[in-house]
């Protein structure tokens, strides 16, 4: 069985929709990602817009503004309910790992 969309969230998903917490144009998220990772994580235009594209589709971003070519996006609380699920999975995640580490001792 195929999996739902956005059932889970890539890094570059997650944090385009963290950015979009705050009202973002599509060139400040770009800019803001690899500002806010320290450069582990980029996202290029052709990956960016293809899922803001995405996002509005499926309700969990809104466009604010529009400019020119200058478009303007925030969360809506679908995007920020599944930005939160994201969050407490990553968390899991984390607390997984230590508990399986702390085990052995490792940790």
């Known amino acids: 069985m195929p999996r739902a969309k956005f059932q889970t969230l890539t890094e570059q998903m997650y944090y385009i929709l963290l950015c979009l917490s ?55 609380e679908k995007g920020r309910a599944r930005l939160g699920e994201e969050y407490r999975r990553i968390c899991q995640q984390q607390k997984d790992y230590e508990a399986m580490f702390r085990e052995e001792g490792t940790l």
């Open 22 to 76: 705050r009202e973002n144009c599509g060139m400040d998220v770009m800019d803001q990602i690899p500002a806010m990772t320290g450069g582990r994580v980029r996202v290029g235009p052709g990956t960016l817009y293809n899922l803001l594209e995405q996002f509005v589709e499926a309700e969990m971003i809104r466009e604010t503004r529009c400019e020119g070519r200058r478009r303007s996006y925030i969360l809506t």
